[in-house]
């Protein structure tokens, strides 16, 4: 049998202490949470939210709305589209290179099989993901960061 590893945390919350596992998401605790470290009582969780190699991430902060409908979770990324191998199917890995480097976004690969995976249409849009957690006042957004050089390991 394969043991796994699952990391856990007590938290407090209106409902009592849980146990929190979050996976596909990430800690997003609102301004003021004393779960928080001091820098970030005024401004809430920051939250580094992936986009693909080619559409950049965003910069996020959590709320207290955050706390009280998602027990202080936010999503981590924009999530896949299709499969990797689709994607390997899609595009080869030294096309995709090409095309970025005329974009201006630099990128080394350990393999360009690797790095077909990651092609941007095989994720959500980041943006779309992004304005929804915005509006929905789980998040909000603070900065959209542009993708200038990867590194697919």
């Not at 849980?18 to 779960?35: E, I, N, Q, W, Y």
């Not at 980041?126 to 697919?152: F, M, Q």
């Amino acid at each position: 049998m394969m043991s796994r590893t699952i990391s856990l945390k007590v938290e407090r919350y209106p409902e009592g202490d849980l146990l929190v596992h979050r996976k596909g998401s990430t800690r997003a605790f609102g301004p003021g949470s004393p779960d928080l470290p001091w820098d970030f009582q005024k401004t809430g969780q920051p939250v580094i939210c992936g986009g693909s190699m080619e559409t950049g991430s965003y910069l996020l902060v959590g709320t207290d709305r955050a706390v009280t409908e998602t027990f202080g979770s936010t999503m981590h990324g924009s999530g896949r589209t299709m499969s990797r191998a689709q994607a390997k199917k899609s595009i080869r890995g030294e096309q995709l290179q090409q095309e970025m480097k005329r974009r201006g976004i630099l990128v080394k690969a350990v393999s360009m099989s690797g790095l077909a995976e990651e092609a941007g249409f095989a994720y959500k849009n980041i943006s779309d993901v992004v304005e929804t957690v915005d509006r929905a006042g789980i998040t909000k957004t603070v900065a959209e960061l542009r993708p200038i050089g990867n590194i697919k390991g």
